[in-house]
């Protein structure tokens, strides 16, 4: 984006929300004005003005009741706003977990703030999952309202971005691959940042470099890559990257996705193929984009099948549910799934009726 020469470019204000510590309300908005206060020193702002926020963050901090803190915020969000030729984006990094689990007051404030500084105050959230489905009570809906229109969904890494990100961790890590290394992380990878970091790293921790050049010496790395991927597969660090991946997606999503894996002559509902596409785990032919991710489903379904046990069984990582060896997850409607993991997830601990809301 560019700005005419008589605007001043907006502020990158990057707040972490994983540093929300205890996930109050309080803390949410301490991390806010202090993440400004911290960009506007750097930018070297006029000294009263950063010296005057230092005060209003203080009495944030020493607030007695809900009312006195938000009052406290409101008032340092508007005296932000109030500095000449400020204009700042806020980044909520990591912020799923604080649009669920805060009350609605933190959303309702942001909104009204932005109605009275327009355009020199934004908000970028990076989320795993919509807000909508992250949250979609009528208390929340003004500030959801913000995105409605203006969601993106992260797409795979070109191929040209790729190879950035492969010689920048090749540098910060001392890595060493030639080209048909490099083109097979590329390849198992299939554009996800996440899987090509832990490939690329998991390779040089464990010493597989030579090892994945002698299965690829008489054979392609499309012939190749099933015997690979199971091998990667053993390192632990890589497996937890494709459980994150496997997490992000909705149960309906997780289900159609793993009705797939299982019967490949399966067809899967043309509307959860298209939100698949538009996540990036379907290729335009509606592949897997990833052969190792399709390697680490398919393993983890062979496994539960293999096992056959007696009474209910839970995949915690793919979501299918089996009753005496017998799979039923398609049988099942949304929550009764989430219910039946839910309790699986509790082994055998007694839980109450809000637990249980809360939960599903």
């Not at 979609?136 to 890494?157: A, G, I």
């Not at 971005?161 to 691959?177: A, E, M, S, V």
């Not at 080209?179 to 097979?184: A, E, G, H, V």
Request: overall charge negative; proline content about 3%; glycine content about 6%.
């Amino acid at each position: 984006t560019s700005w005419r020469s008589d605007e001043t470019p907006p502020l990158l204000v990057f707040i972490d929300c994983l540093d929300c510590a205890g996930q109050s309300e309080l803390a949410f908005y301490e991390l806010i004005l202090r993440r400004i206060h911290q960009t506007l020193a750097q930018a070297e702002f006029d000294k009263e003005s950063i010296n005057e926020l230092q005060v209003l963050r203080e009495g944030l901090l020493n607030a007695n009741n809900r009312v006195e803190i938000r009052a406290h915020f409101a008032i340092g969000m508007h005296t932000i706003g109030c500095i000449p030729g400020i204009n700042l984006v806020l980044i909520f990094d990591e912020f799923d977990d604080v649009f669920k689990n805060q009350s609605p007051w933190p959303f309702r404030q942001l909104r009204a703030i932005r109605d009275t500084l327009g355009n020199h105050l934004c908000y970028l959230t990076a989320t795993s999952h919509y807000l909508k489905d992250l949250r979609n009570d009528t208390e929340t809906y003004e500030f959801r309202e913000l995105f409605q229109m203006h969601t993106q969904v992260l797409k795979s890494l070109t191929g040209a971005d790729q190879q950035i990100l492969l010689k920048y961790l090749i540098k910060t890590h001392n890595l060493k691959y030639d080209p048909t290394q490099q083109d097979l992380i590329f390849h198992l990878a299939g554009g996800h940042p996440g899987l090509l970091t832990r490939i690329a790293l998991s390779i040089h921790q464990e010493e597989m470099a030579d090892e994945l050049s002698a299965i690829m010496a008489n054979s392609t790395i499309y012939e190749s890559e099933g015997e690979i991927s199971r091998r990667l597969l053993r390192h632990e660090p890589l497996r937890d990257e494709c459980r994150r991946l496997w997490s992000e997606l909705e149960t309906q999503e997780q289900t159609g996705l793993m009705q797939m894996v299982g019967n490949k002559s399966a067809s899967i509902d043309p509307e959860i193929s298209d939100r698949l596409a538009g996540k990036g785990i379907f290729t335009s032919s509606s592949k897997i984009f990833s052969p190792l991710f399709q390697s680490f489903l398919s393993q983890e379904a062979d496994y539960f099948q293999r096992r056959s046990p007696q009474g209910i069984q839970c995949n915690e990582i793919t979501g299918q549910i089996w009753v005496d060896g017998k799979e039923i997850t398609l049988q099942l409607s949304d929550l009764q799934r989430k219910f039946l993991r839910y309790l699986y997830s509790q082994n055998g601990s007694t839980c109450t009726h809000q637990e249980i809301v809360t939960a599903v």
